[in-house]
């Protein structure tokens, strides 16, 4: 306890410091770009990449936006595969601390260098942080653990030896700090050695429920808070049992190293688990979402992404399980490092601040090639939508990420956005574009008339099905459902909603161009295991996951298909005959 209090005390003195920083670094938000700008050629002038542009001859912002040409990925995939084979000094100075695996949301998974100026960043953009949480959560200055469930990754080398893996967790034998820390939370060290996400989530849960006075959850995406929370109401029962007897039962699967560091760190606590089995047996208890505020009576709030395609799952974990705990989507960051801080944890809607030293901002006008408009953060709207093009500290310039996002007010003299969707997300069968936030706006609009409540949806391109050609192109739209598949009226409200909401697609579907939307119901539990075969098949890790919005393969699409709900394919055919 006295180590956690002088711990606080010192993160609380350091988080004033960082945001009075941030607070003057805002108000000089174009100087500081050009000066982290500048770092980044430093540290790259004599690399193979800063010879190739002559980046050494470069010396102001302008200059550098007038001779550096906008990149994709594509770009710089010859100097990733040097670096994946042991060359040094390649996109900068120095070896790369690891190759980040990136989700793949948008397409395949790529390789991206990470270095330990990266991830000092994303550790100042925490620290920055807590000011506000002490600020809008006043319990949180209590002395209350954290549950932290996190997966092992399964790492892999490259031929030079270099580690592969998530960008969020430190390889094998490296340290990111937060071993120093490790008592701030809930689960000893050993636990966040489990390499099955089942066993994991189960012991990082059974450490939780231990801690009656437990003050907050911190996950990256409120999806897999959403996984958490579904597996503590699947297996309470086990939880309860282990708790009760104080070691880990036979039926989890943990290495033996971890099992004997777990035994040794808990203690039978018999009236722990009689008080949660009460509240577990209670009527409804996983369903008035009320379920954390009763296990966790001083739980302060949940910090994980709620923006995006994460908007479903935060609104299905309140609704079931969190109620009224605060969601708090602190930290806007992706592979390429952070972008931007959540000054706001007391607001639902998460906007960020850009930080005007974590890298180079410029923003694309439209979402389209290399002779579009690009603009500085001077020159932005509030209520623009623009792409963002990064220069990062891990050696990409001018790097379309992908992310388009709106601007919706300044902070000081930065730009403050919400995240609208991944550019790879976007559904275009006839030069449409449809977002994946006009098409979820779109889905709920249709779901508020549905008698079955919307799970879960993923949609796909019909040139993906077998004979496509015969019809015309047209949006498949997968859907899982809280009750029996929709009827032939709701269906039809999904397109007439997508025409309301997006007037290219209405123009389209008036003059048949576009085919009315296909509407497949599927059974329960097919995300899961859409979540299931894209970890088996792919580096992507449990941590990282998050559901594409858009299949882009014919085996994902055929996937989906076979998980077709029973009652909905039996009611298509009644619909074919009548």
Not at 292 to 315: C, D, E, K
Request: aromatic fraction near 8%; proline fraction near 6%; hydrophobic fraction near 40%.
């Amino acid at each position: 306890m006295v180590k956690q209090y002088a711990t606080q005390k010192l993160l609380a003195f350091v988080a004033r410091y960082m945001r009075r920083r941030f607070d003057r670094d805002t108000k000089h938000f174009m100087k500081c770009q050009e000066q982290t700008l500048l770092e980044r050629l430093r540290a790259s002038r004599d690399s193979a990449y800063g010879r190739d542009h002559n980046l050494s001859g470069i010396t102001s912002l302008a200059a550098f936006r007038s001779s550096h040409p906008v990149t994709e990925y594509g770009h710089y995939d010859g100097y990733v595969r040097r670096l994946a084979d042991g060359e040094r000094d390649v996109l900068f100075t120095g070896p790369p601390r690891s190759l980040a695996c990136t989700s793949g949301t948008s397409g395949g998974s790529k390789l991206m260098p990470v270095t330990g100026s990266l991830v000092v960043n994303l550790v100042s953009g925490v620290l920055l942080l807590l000011d506000r949480q002490l600020v809008a959560f006043p319990g949180a200055g209590r002395l209350q653990r954290q549950m932290r469930p996190v997966v092992a990754p399964r790492w892999r080398y490259s031929p030079g030896g270099l580690p592969i893996g998530p960008a969020s967790v430190a390889p094998p034998g490296q340290k990111d700090g937060r071993e120093h820390t490790q008592f701030l939370y809930s689960s000893p060290p050993a636990a966040n050695d489990i390499p099955s996400e089942p066993a994991a989530v189960y012991v990082h849960l059974l450490f939780g429920l231990r801690d009656r006075e437990l003050g907050a959850i911190e996950a990256n995406f409120a999806s897999f808070v959403y996984s958490v929370f579904s597996a503590l109401e699947r297996d309470w029962q086990r939880l309860v049992r282990d708790l009760a007897a104080g070691r880990l039962g036979k039926d989890v699967d943990v290495p033996d190293s971890v099992r004997t560091a777990c035994d040794a760190a808990l203690s039978p606590e018999p009236a722990r688990a009689a008080e949660l089995r009460e509240i577990f047996e209670s009527e409804n208890a996983f369903r008035d979402g009320r379920l954390a505020r009763r296990v966790w009576p001083h739980l302060n709030f949940i910090t994980t992404v709620t923006s995006g395609a994460m908007q479903l799952y935060a609104a299905r974990l309140q609704g079931r399980y969190t109620g009224q705990v605060p969601l708090y989507s602190a930290l806007y960051a992706a592979t390429e490092g952070l972008l931007g801080v959540n000054l706001w944890p007391e607001e639902s809607q998460p906007r960020y601040v850009l930080h005007p030293r974590a890298m180079l901002f410029e923003f694309g006008e439209t979402a389209g090639t290399d002779g579009d408009k690009i603009l500085l953060a001077s020159e932005l709207e509030v209520g623009g939508e623009y792409e963002l093009i990064v220069t990062n500290r891990s050696g990409m310039f001018r790097f379309r990420m992908g992310d388009v996002v709106r601007v919706v007010d300044f902070y000081n003299g930065a730009p403050v956005v919400e995240f609208l969707y991944r550019k790879g997300q976007l559904l275009d069968v006839h030069s449409e574009k449809m977002s994946e936030a006009a098409f979820f706006g779109a889905l709920r609009s249709a779901a508020d008339g549905w008698s079955s409540t919307l799970v879960d949806y993923t949609t796909a391109e019909s040139v993906l099905l077998a004979g496509a050609a015969d019809s015309p192109p047209h949006y498949v739209v997968l859907l899982e459902l809280n009750g029996k598949p929709l009827t032939d009226d709701e269906r039809q409200k999904v397109d007439e909603s997508l025409c309301a909401h997006h007037e290219v697609y209405r123009s389209f579907r008036a003059k048949a161009a576009i085919g009315p939307a296909q509407v497949v119901c599927l059974r329960p539990g097919a995300f899961e295991r859409l979540r299931q075969h894209v970890l088996a098949n792919s580096d992507t890790s449990a941590l990282q996951f998050k559901v594409p919005r858009v299949l882009r393969t014919e085996s994902l699409l055929q996937l989906m298909l076979e998980e077709r709900h029973p009652e909905d394919g039996e009611q298509q055919r009644r619909t074919a005959t009548t």
